[in-house]
């Protein structure tokens, strides 16, 4: 089989592979999508710190396919069944695992950095991802070729999730690439009253617009802080979220908010200098600060079932669509900014179930 294999920063090549053996708790998924994240480029460009140098790996966290194969013990998958995977196994037997959280688990692995990922034609799901609810029926509705969305559009909806976003809420997305428009997707979902989202290339607020966002500002011709006041009457937002890696954004972001604001600091800053963030708007005025990072379970589940019927939106945000063989001029698409989200297919992923 085919496999795109990553062997250290710079180092990315499509490679022959044997297909995956089973043990008898094991899955073998054909993948049919897998889109690449800024995750992926990060790895890409400077490893990974759960990934020891010059050990290979295929990369790919954001994958959808069919079942190939089942083991002897596997029970409620079968053969055809179409599936999605969100990536961080957790260890099972952690405090944080116990409350299901298992994206922070201490010890938890992830397919693309400590297990072989989607960039490949067929990838071993191991038992224990499947004990411990990493698997996912895909809905008829939905076409292969979007269900890996469903990975970041689960960090959007954990993300919202901490801020509590509900009907009445002015809420600001700071950023339109796929993130911040699948963050004004879910922001509609939730019953924001109105979704404010800036970027500086009207092309991504554009397509913002076509996913729910009802007020679309460009950073290059306008001052955020000005336009989210006169919008709320100098009131500010009642939620903000970052999602562009920024100190400037977010040390800016308590700007914006309303009193008893909350704010969603969504995108981290890797190796960027840390922010100096106004404590006294947190004190005076009640703003909540929060992170987030990956998705639960129950978050991937869960944006399953509520964006199930959204295919059409979410397919806007896949720009272009390679085969596996392409896979440096995907990531060369990535990189440049030019489009949204780069899919890896193979034949039949736009086929209806």
Same mark, same amino acid.
């Given at each position: 089989?085919?496999?795109?294999?990553?062997?250290?920063?710079?180092?990315?090549?499509?490679?022959?592979?044997?297909?995956?053996?089973?043990?008898?708790?094991?899955?073998?998924?054909?993948?049919?999508?897998?889109?690449?994240?800024?995750?992926?480029?990060?790895?890409?460009?400077?490893?990974?710190?759960?990934?020891?140098?010059?050990?290979?790996?295929?990369?790919?966290?954001?994958?959808?396919?069919?079942?190939?194969?089942?083991?002897?013990?596997?029970? +409620?998958? #079968?053969?055809?069944?179409?599936?999605?995977? &969100?990536?961080? =196994? @957790? /260890?099972?037997?952690?405090? $944080?695992?116990? *409350?299901?959280?298992?994206?922070?688990?201490?010890?938890?692995?992830?397919?693309?950095?400590?297990?072989?990922?989607?960039?490949?034609?067929?990838?071993?799901?191991?038992?224990?991802?499947?004990?411990?609810?990493?698997?996912?029926?895909?809905?008829?509705?939905?076409?292969?070729?979007?269900?890996?969305?469903?990975?970041?559009?689960?960090?959007?909806?954990?993300?919202?999730?901490?801020?509590?976003? +509900?009907? #009445?809420?002015?809420?600001?997305?700071?950023? &339109?690439?796929? =993130? @911040? /428009?699948?963050?004004?997707? $879910?922001?509609? *979902?939730?019953?924001?009253?109105?979704?404010?989202?800036?970027?500086?290339?009207?092309?991504?607020?554009?397509?913002?617009?076509?996913?729910?966002?009802?007020?679309?500002?460009?950073?290059?011709?306008?001052?955020?802080?000005?336009?989210?006041?006169?919008?709320?009457?100098?009131?500010?937002?009642?939620?903000?979220?970052?999602?562009?890696?920024?100190?400037?954004?977010?040390?800016?972001?308590?700007?914006?908010?309303?009193?008893?604001?909350?704010?969603?600091?969504?995108?981290?800053? @890797?190796?960027?200098?840390?922010?100096?963030?106004?404590?006294?708007?947190?004190?005076?005025?009640?703003?909540?600060?929060?992170?987030?990072?990956?998705?639960?379970?129950?978050?991937?589940?869960?944006?399953?079932?509520?964006?199930?019927?959204?295919?059409?939106?979410?397919?806007?945000?896949?720009?272009?669509?390679?085969?596996?063989?392409?896979?440096?001029?995907?990531?060369?698409?990535?990189?440049?900014?030019?489009?949204?989200?780069?899919?890896?297919?193979?034949?039949?992923?736009?086929?209806?179930?």
């Amino acid at each position: 089989m085919k496999t795109a294999v990553f062997s250290g920063p710079g180092r990315l090549a499509v490679e022959e592979r044997p297909i995956p053996e089973l043990g008898a708790g094991d899955l073998l998924l054909r993948v049919r999508a897998a889109s690449i994240c800024g995750t992926d480029l990060r790895i890409l460009r400077h490893g990974h710190f759960k990934l020891p140098e010059g050990t290979p790996r295929v990369l790919g966290h954001e994958v959808a396919g069919e079942v190939a194969a089942v083991g002897d013990r596997v029970t +409620g998958f #079968g053969v055809g069944d179409r599936l999605a995977v &969100a990536p961080n =196994i @957790g /260890c099972g037997a952690c405090a $944080l695992c116990a *409350r299901g959280r298992n994206q922070l688990c201490p010890d938890y692995e992830a397919f693309g950095v400590t297990l072989d990922g989607g960039f490949q034609e067929y990838m071993l799901v191991p038992a224990r991802a499947l004990a411990r609810g990493n698997v996912f029926r895909v809905p008829s509705t939905m076409p292969l070729d979007v269900a890996p969305l469903m990975e970041p559009a689960a960090c959007c909806l954990h993300g919202q999730r901490a801020v509590g976003i +509900g009907p #009445g809420d002015d809420v600001v997305i700071i950023g &339109a690439g796929p =993130i @911040g /428009c699948l963050h004004a997707l $879910l922001a509609k *979902r939730a019953g924001a009253a109105r979704v404010i989202i800036a970027n500086r290339r009207q092309s991504r607020l554009d397509i913002a617009g076509r996913l729910g966002a009802d007020v679309l500002i460009n950073a290059t011709d306008a001052d955020v802080h000005d336009e989210v006041m006169g919008l709320t009457d100098g009131r500010g937002a009642d939620v903000v979220l970052t999602c562009v890696s920024s100190p400037e954004v977010i040390a800016g972001a308590t700007d914006l908010l309303a009193r008893a604001g909350r704010l969603n600091v969504f995108s981290g800053l @890797g190796d960027a200098a840390r922010p100096q963030i106004d404590v006294n708007a947190l004190h005076y005025r009640e703003i909540v600060m929060t992170g987030t990072t990956g998705a639960r379970n129950q978050d991937f589940a869960d944006g399953l079932e509520l964006l199930a019927d959204d295919s059409a939106l979410l397919a806007e945000l896949v720009s272009r669509r390679f085969g596996l063989e392409d896979i440096a001029a995907a990531v060369a698409h990535a990189t440049s900014g030019s489009g949204m989200k780069p899919m890896i297919t193979s034949p039949g992923a736009s086929d209806p179930a």
